[in-house]
């Protein structure tokens, strides 16, 4: 069974630092682009960052370019979200899934279904 865990969410004051990891069971990352997205209370979910399936290209949400980063490390089946520079308005329920990673940054299906994982929050709040 494919799965995705997101992992690494919690409550941070304004302008700290936290790290998301994303882990794959049930198949290999490598093969896909994998990307990050978000959902605020009432809001529609967006998509933040994503990385090719080799890692050599990343696309950014303008609202976080230069605050998040994202990498990968296909040896440990995962995919990380750094970020940096929090604001209140990253609080968010945070999804790790396979991409179309262009712009804007769309959910791609593997094996002919989509698929989220859980969702880790992540509040800004002081």
């Known amino acids: 069974q494919l799965q995705l865990v997101e992992s690494g969410g919690g409550l941070v004051q304004p302008g700290g630092s936290l790290r998301l990891s994303c882990a794959a069971s049930g198949f290999t990352l490598d093969y896909y682009a994998i990307g990050w997205f978000r959902q605020a209370p009432g809001k529609e979910r967006e998509g933040v960052s994503c990385?090719?399936?080799?890692?050599?290209?990343?696309n950014y949400a303008d609202s976080v370019k230069g605050r998040f980063t994202i990498s990968r490390d296909n040896a440990k089946n995962a995919v990380y979200l750094q970020m940096n520079s929090l604001k209140p308005e990253d609080t968010a329920v945070y999804y790790c899934a396979a991409v179309f990673c262009g712009s804007p940054i769309t959910i791609a299906p593997m094996r002919l279904k989509d698929y989220w994982g859980q969702g880790t929050q992540v509040t800004v709040s002081s």
């Open positions: 990385i090719s399936s080799s890692g050599g290209s990343t």
